[in-house]
């Protein structure tokens, strides 16, 4: 009988109430819009995915994206909110097992009233006596038995919120390491655009000189030496524009590092001209490899298991409590057998009546849940729409290029021949400035063009997920939390 007994209790035991966790359909297009220029990735074991900057073969890029993830603050926060994640995940755990204390003490009191001792009365004291002293060691336990499950949905949720916040880490680092990046390509992109105006400054000097001449052999105006060192102080003045805009990169630069702007100087080098190729995989992957996307879809796991945390309060809760110990009037006598106590016995505990209290409490966790689901769902479709959106803009920026520097070089040839025709006085200064304003524009906007496929390229990398995996989130739990829930009983599903 008492076997019995012990099978069913453990049996009931095995209860969990509530919804078990299915993952919700979210948009999933079989293929991507524009994808031609791409292919679907490769698995390639020599390549370490997680240095995706890599591809970029750039040193000084290499060595502060080391630094990012050493320094960068906002990665660090998201480091301490997953280990705060990982404390909680450890006290929910702890709540599966029975806590122990141990008690002891020396007290007087008077001698009609009894002491309570691990929870019972133990002895009357001495009536009709003065007061007396009592000493007592004792040890007690106290274990909730999880017969609904509240317990055990408390733990699936806590280990759900802790790989989020693994998943956040991603998200923090893969931002961060985009951002360096961007700026980075932005800042070589204004090196470049400096040495484009000192050459233009140049070039406009030399136009002045001539200018200067042809006025002083009395071919040319006045006006025409006025607007040839107009161009030249211009061209200074925008060179010196552009060093500002490159002082501001370099201390955005810095912050994402973690340091100062003072501590961070970036030598002047040339920008990339040619792009690495971009891998693609399935939409399907996409929504496994996005950190973002994994975050908010273990964020709706842990909502669900608050459902059943909130519907397990519809029943008594179930204690264990047992109590050992000694209590003597004299010390030395505190430890003999005479002086033994013991307790044990089922504790239980329940609200009869909370004028809906704990339907409320369900009907908050059921439309927290609907939030994740809806948030979830809207994550994945940003996700598409970032990866289509650096798609067809790195397909026709290709496009662009190519008409662009058609564009330049025609500009030259058009400098080239409006700069003779004047020193021969075939047409007045102002066709010159025409020419030498028109390649100067167009070789900014060729600039401004291989700048926006650098920082594309690197937008589709972090619309792709970066080089995270998905294994990441894996060491947020221990398996036994992470596990598929078994089948709903009965008690579940009501």
Request: glycine share 8%; charged share 20%; proline share 4%.
């Amino acid at each position: 009988m008492k076997r019995a007994t012990v099978i069913a209790l453990f049996a009931v035991a095995a209860c969990k109430v509530g919804p078990d966790y299915e993952k919700p359909k979210a948009a999933e297009p079989a293929s991507y819009k524009h994808v031609e220029g791409w292919k679907v990735v490769e698995p390639s074991d020599d390549t370490d995915r997680g240095a995706w900057w890599s591809v970029f073969a750039d040193p000084t890029l290499d060595e502060l994206m080391r630094q990012v993830e050493v320094s960068n603050q906002n990665l660090k926060q998201a480091e301490a909110a997953y280990r705060e994640a990982l404390g909680v995940l450890q006290t929910a755990k702890a709540g599966m097992l029975p806590a122990l204390n141990v008690n002891g003490g020396v007290r007087r009191t008077s001698g009609a009233v009894g002491t309570n001792v691990g929870g019972a009365t133990v002895g009357a004291g001495n009536p009709g006596g003065g007061p007396r002293t009592i000493n007592n060691a004792s040890t007690g336990i106290n274990w909730e038995l999880d017969v609904w499950g509240r317990i055990r949905r408390t733990i699936e949720s806590n280990a759900a919120e802790a790989q989020a916040s693994a998943a956040d880490i991603a998200s923090a680092k893969l931002s961060a390491q985009s951002q360096l990046a961007t700026a980075y390509f932005q800042l070589r992109s204004r090196d470049e655009q400096k040495r484009l105006f000192e050459a233009a400054a140049e070039a406009y000097e030399r136009a002045y000189v001539i200018a200067k001449n042809q006025y002083e052999a009395g071919i040319a105006t006045k006006a025409d030496v006025a607007l040839a060192q107009t161009q030249r102080e211009s061209a200074h003045a925008q060179a010196i524009g552009i060093a500002v805009q490159r002082a501001r990169l370099e201390h955005a630069i810095a912050v994402l590092v973690g340091k100062p702007p003072a501590a961070v100087s970036i030598a002047i080098a040339d920008m990339p001209r040619t792009l690495p190729e971009v891998p693609l995989m399935l939409p399907s992957v996409l929504l496994e490899r996005r950190p973002d996307v994994a975050a908010a879809e273990r964020r709706m796991a842990a909502a669900n298991a608050q459902i059943g945390v909130a519907i397990a309060a519809y029943f008594p809760t179930i204690s264990l409590t047992g109590s050992f110990g000694y209590q003597s009037s004299v010390l030395g006598s505190l430890f003999d057998a005479a002086s033994r106590f013991w307790s044990i016995g089922p504790a239980l505990a329940g609200t009869v009546w909370d004028w809906g209290r704990r339907s409320g409490q369900v009907t908050v966790a059921r439309e927290q849940y609907e939030q994740t689901v809806a948030a979830y769902r809207q994550t994945a479709l940003t996700a598409m729409q970032q990866v289509e959106d650096q798609l067809v803009g790195l397909h026709l920026f290709v496009e662009q290029a190519e008409f662009q520097q058609r564009a330049v070089d025609a500009a030259r040839e058009a400098e080239r021949i409006q700069t003779n025709r004047y020193k021969a006085g075939t047409v007045d200064y102002t066709a010159v400035i025409t020419a030498q304003q028109t390649a100067l524009t167009n070789e900014q906007n060729a600039l401004t063009v291989l700048e926006s496929r650098l920082t594309g390229t690197v937008a589709l990398v972090q619309a792709l997920g970066g080089g995270w995996s998905p294994k990441a989130i894996a060491e947020a739990a221990d398996e036994d939390v992470t596990a598929q829930p078994e089948p709903a009983s009965s008690a579940e599903r009501g």
